[in-house]
T-cell receptor
Framework: DVKVTQSSRYLVKRTGEKVFLECVQD?????MFWYRQDPGLGLRLIYF???????EKGDIPEGYSVSREKKERFSLILESASTNQTSMYLC????????????FGDGTRLSIL | AQRVTQPEKLLSVFKGAPVELKCNYS??????LFWYVQYSRQRLQLLLR??SRESIKGFTADLNKGETSFHLKKPFAQEEDSAMYYC???????????FGSGTKLNVKP
């Protein structure tokens, strides 16, 4: 069974801090994704990666960056956290094979004070 | 551009009633379509995909290319079906998924 593990379920940080959210998958998937989930807005893609050291911007990349140094790990970085980045963050992984789904982690609920 | 629309934010039905969660998409090619479900305090998980043409937990979804829809249906809703449901599209040969804004299903006793 695919396991996508996010390092924290809950995180509280202060405005201006640099925040790291970590995600690890154990299925050797090529693709990894970071979304934020907000009520009424659904899932919005922040960044994704289709290979080590490769990244592509999603729909809302502003204020975020990512790092993928190893295939199994995909990190989301908030360079200078702001209150409007308070949200639920979901990591997902998947293969490039047709009709294969993405697999999600439990999510990190991030609060920026 | 690819887009997935779920017109209902909230759908409330009584236990035993039929339920239909709507999903419309815009994509010019052959789409890969999925329904995901998120129960309270659980992770988002795959419910079903159009290629499988199977019934999962009593739910089915049929791809209607003419109407560009992939509605999720269940003939008799159960209280344990209460959850958030997301429709997702993956364009052919793309790595990216497009998600709808979600529909919260509330099944009342």
């Amino acid at each position: 069974d695919v396991k996508v593990t996010q390092s924290s379920r809950y995180l509280v940080k202060r405005t201006g801090e640099k925040v790291f959210l970590e995600c690890v998958q154990d299925m050797d998937h090529e693709n990894m994704f970071w979304y934020r989930q907000d009520p009424g807005l659904g899932l919005r893609l922040i960044y994704f990666s289709y290979d080590v050291k490769m990244k592509e911007k999603g729909d809302i990349p502003e204020g975020y960056s990512v790092s993928r140094e190893k295939k199994e790990r995909f990190s989301l970085i908030l360079e200078s956290a702001s209150t409007n980045q308070t949200s639920m963050y979901l990591c997902a992984s998947g293969t490039g094979t047709s009709n294969q789904p993405q697999h999600f982690g439990d999510g990190t609920r991030l609060s920026i004070l | 551009a690819q887009r997935v629309t779920q017109p209902e934010k909230l759908l409330s039905v009584f236990k035993g009633a039929p339920v239909e969660l709507k999903c419309n998409y815009s994509y010019s090619g052959s789409p890969e379509l999925f329904w995901y479900v998120q129960y309270s305090r659980q992770r988002l998980q795959l419910l079903l995909r159009h290629i499988s043409r199977e019934s999962i937990k009593g739910f089915t979804a049929d791809l209607n290319k003419g109407e560009t829809s992939f509605h999720l249906k269940k003939p008799f809703a159960q209280e344990e079906d209460s959850a958030m449901y997301y429709c997702a599209l993956r364009p052919l040969n793309f790595n990216k998924f497009y998600f709808g804004s979600g529909t919260k299903l509330n099944v009342k006793p």
